[in-house]
């Protein structure tokens, strides 16, 4: 009495036979430390300059972690290009839009945070009774005497 037959390993048109890996989710998948050389993963990509730039995956790593198992896409290394460097135009509009997100509506400050779109202004003009009272104030000259 014996279970049913299990394959092992996989034929692939890119690597060849594979025996540690197998099909999951119609791409070829490897455990940790076993797949082909040349292929990277998006954080691999990252650090190296690169991006898909129109790219599909053609593996995946799976292995678990804290109970729960996670995939990471692998990309071939001759298909990904370099990634787009921004001009000083864009980042120059990029710091505009991120400085009006901390500017507050309201008091006209910049806050120094990104100003949260469910509040429409800095916390000190949404909760004006919970600020602190300043240094100057009525209030700490009455508590001080």
């Known amino acids: 009495m014996s279970g049913p037959q299990r394959r092992y390993g996989l034929m692939t048109q890119r690597w060849g036979w594979q025996p540690l890996a197998w099909e ?10 076993k797949a082909p050389r040349g292929l990277l993963t998006r954080r691999q990509m990252r650090t190296e300059g690169l991006a898909p730039g129109g790219a599909w995956p053609v593996g995946q790593l799976v ?5 729960r198992e996670v995939r990471a896409l692998l990309y071939d290394r001759d298909e990904l290009v370099a990634k787009r460097v921004p001009s000083a135009a864009q980042l120059a509009a990029l710091g505009r839009a991120l400085a009006a997100r901390r500017r507050c509506l309201d008091c006209g400050r910049d806050v120094g945070y990104c100003i949260p779109t469910s509040l429409g202004c800095c916390v000190d003009c949404a909760y004006p009774d919970l600020t ?3 240094p100057d104030s009525a209030e700490v000259r009455d508590a001080a005497a």
């Open 132 to 134: 602190h009272p300043g």
């Open 24 to 33: 999951q989710n119609g791409l070829p998948s490897w455990s940790w430390h």
């Open 63 to 67: 292995f678990h972690h804290r109970r």
